[in-house]
């Protein structure tokens, strides 16, 4: 069965404190892997998407990465503003339907 | 551009009652997906569309849902005789079909009484 787990559930950071969040799949095959960012009452904001093993995308204060086993999203020198839960999810093949994790939910403070 | 719109973005209804949801994808979007998510979970595939027709319909609960998209355009997400169990938030996503990248939309708050 296709999985997708994400650790962890929860992450309080102090502004300016870097750190990771973990991804890890299990598929039948993987079209790609994507980050969203989801704050309360609004739906998933697109973030970045991943193809192959070793592939790295960035964004402002966030980089994603992407091995054959599992994705991190790193976040450098947080801000307050970047409080929100973030998903993550992998698509099997071409135009198929997204396959959530939980998320994880980040609080950041000043 | 305008990004996916859903309506409405909150409806309360009692047990029993049939309701519908409605989204809009962004203009040119073939793909169209609906998602249903519950509080603390991610979201859950219900339906896709690739133009005016189901590609696949799986993730449908039972029978009860129906969705539909007659002019390969706006979506309506239909639910049958309302469970409590129904409530959560349904998420509707758009994809040009070009990239994979699905767009979301704010999502209507569906609460059974």
């Known amino acids: 069965e296709d999985q997708v787990t994400q650790s962890p559930e929860a992450l309080r950071l102090q502004e300016g404190e870097s750190s990771s969040l973990n991804c890890s799949y299990t598929?039948?095959?993987?079209?790609?892997l994507f980050w969203y960012r989801q704050d309360p009452g609004k739906g998933p904001e697109f973030l970045f998407t991943l193809y192959s093993a070793g592939e790295e995308k960035e964004k402002e204060r966030l980089k994603a990465t992407l091995t054959k086993k599992e994705s991190f999203l790193h976040i450098t020198a947080p801000k307050p503003e970047d409080s929100a839960t973030y998903l993550c999810a992998v698509q099997v093949s071409a135009g198929t339907a997204l396959i959530f994790g939980k998320g994880t939910t980040l609080s950041v403070s000043s | 551009g305008a990004g996916v719109s859903q309506t409405p973005s909150n409806k309360v209804t009692e047990k029993g009652k049939y309701v519908e949801l409605r989204c809009d994808p962004i203009s040119g979007h073939t793909a169209l997906y609906w998602y249903r998510q519950s509080l603390g979970q991610g979201p859950e595939f219900l339906i896709y569309?690739?133009?005016?027709?189901?590609?696949?319909d799986s993730g449908l609960p039972n029978d009860r849902f129906f969705a539909v998209r007659p002019e390969g355009s706006v979506s309506t997400l239909k639910i049958q005789r309302t469970e409590r169990g129904d409530s959560a938030v349904y998420l509707c996503?758009?994809?040009?079909?070009?990239?994979?990248?699905?767009?979301f939309g704010p999502g209507t708050r569906l609460t059974v009484l």
């Open positions: 569309f690739q133009g005016t027709g189901a590609a696949d």
């Open positions: 598929v039948s095959g993987l079209r790609g």
């Open positions: 996503a758009s994809s040009s079909g070009v990239t994979d990248t699905q767009y």
